[in-house]
């Protein structure tokens, strides 16, 4: 049978593109980043590895403001407390498997950027 052709986003971070199920949907809410692993979350998403390097690259480049079309320009800046805690926390290599969006990959990919 014939596979069907897998979606392919932008990573904000290291603008590579990648699976979407290797990347991880954040949108905002109330102010800050909130990181949407099942991709069910309303509004506009934007989408980033899941490593601290790009999330610090995204963050430095102020892509996620951009990406998610927000008004004001950057003016006033984003809260990624809650993102960067899902990116660097202790669950963080659970996540995959938790959201059952390619936790293999994810983990590759992780593996592959601290060289």
């Known amino acids: 049978m014939a596979e069907t052709s897998k979606p392919v986003r932008t990573c904000v971070g290291c ?3 990648a699976p979407a199920s290797d990347l991880l949907r954040v ?4 102010g800050a980043l909130v990181p949407d692993p099942r991709r069910r979350l309303p509004g506009r ?10 999330l610090r690259a995204a963050e430095r480049r102020r ?3 951009r990406a998610l079309r927000l008004p004001g320009g950057g003016s006033t800046p984003l809260e990624a407390g809650p993102l960067r805690a899902y ?5 963080a290599e659970g996540s995959g498997a938790r959201a059952g969006t390619g ?9 592959s950027a601290a060289e």
């Open 87 to 91: 990116v660097t926390g202790p669950s």
């Open 15 to 17: 603008r590579q593109r």
């Open 63 to 65: 892509a996620f403001t």
């Open 27 to 30: 949108v905002a809410r109330s």
């Open 103 to 111: 936790s293999t990959t994810e983990v590759g990919h992780r593996s």
């Open 45 to 54: 998403g934007a989408s980033v590895h899941p490593t601290p390097e790009c």
